[in-house]
Nanobody, 116 residues
Framework: QVLLVESGGGLVQPGGSLRLSCEAS????????MSWYRQAPGKERELVAR????????NYADSVKGRFTISRDNAKNTVYLQMNSLKPEDTAVYHC?????????WGQGTQVTVSS
């Protein structure tokens, strides 16, 4: 059974930090490019950050460059998203996503709320 389980979301004040984790099981994690997407109320889901299978290359949405960092630990089957200098507009449900060819998996998401 394929599972992507996100954790680490919560309520944080503007300027604060959170670290999201996504633990994978049921597939060969090290083969998969992993991404974080987010979806705010009333908006389409958007790509936040992506990392290649070995972790050698990353890319980010312009809105989070310099503030967010994606990383992975293939030994732990886990991908992370370190989020710093959070803004109210970062409020969304954050989803983990894995892809390898036609195989694509989504996690259920974790809520991040940035508010004073």
């Amino acid at each position: 059974q394929v599972l992507l389980v996100e954790s680490g979301g919560g309520l944080v004040q503007p300027g604060g930090s959170l670290r999201l984790s996504c633990e994978a099981s049921g597939f060969t994690f090290s083969w998969y490019a992993m991404s974080w997407y987010r979806q705010a109320p009333g908006k389409e889901r958007e790509l936040v950050a992506r990392i290649t299978p070995a972790g050698g290359s990353t890319n980010y949405a312009d809105s989070v460059k310099g503030r967010f960092t994606i990383s992975r630990d293939n030994a732990k089957n886990t991908v992370y998203l370190q989020m710093n200098s959070l803004k109210p507009e970062d409020t969304a449900v954050y989803h983990c996503y894995g892809e390898y060819g036609f195989r694509k998996f989504w996690g259920q998401g974790t809520q991040v709320t940035v508010s004073s």
